[in-house]
């Protein structure tokens, strides 16, 4: 089982990325798949979740207006659209994939799976 967080970088206030969440090993269509993220001092803090269907979605009210998460089955891989980037968004994304009765719960330990993450920096 492997997921494969990619597409951080360094940026600016302001500015977009879209990271990716590669999968494989499993059947992506049975999990809900969760990104979170750790800034350096700090504990891991959800971020955004998408049901095994992609129907149903949940994000955290600091990003809530300005991140979409989506997902591509067919493409074994799921995105984190990141809009309007501010400096707090600083830290280490990784995605996680949960058994898909949970849905796409904020819950780290409802988690069965975990990738390395990518590093987003955003500064001036």
């Known amino acids: 089982v492997q997921l494969q967080a990619s597409g951080g970088g360094s940026v600016q206030p302001g500015t977009s990325l879209r990271l990716s969440c590669a999968t494989s090993?499993?059947?992506?269509?049975?999990?809900?798949i969760g990104w979170f993220r750790q800034a350096p001092g700090k504990e891991r803090e959800f971020v955004a979740a998408?049901?095994?269907?992609?129907?149903?979605?949940r994000s955290a009210d600091s990003v809530k207006g300005r991140f979409i998460i989506s997902r591509d089955n067919a493409k074994n891989t799921v995105y984190l659209q990141m809009n309007s980037l501010k400096p707090e968004d600083t830290a280490l994304y990784s995605c996680?994939?949960?058994?898909?009765?949970?849905?796409?719960?904020?819950?780290?330990?409802?988690?069965?799976?975990w990738g390395q993450g990518t590093q987003v920096t955003v500064s001036s």
């Open positions: 090993g499993f059947t992506l269509e049975d999990y809900a």
């Open positions: 996680a994939a949960a058994v898909s009765r949970w849905g796409p719960t904020s819950v780290g330990r409802h988690y069965s799976y």
């Open positions: 998408i049901s095994w269907s992609g129907d149903s979605t």
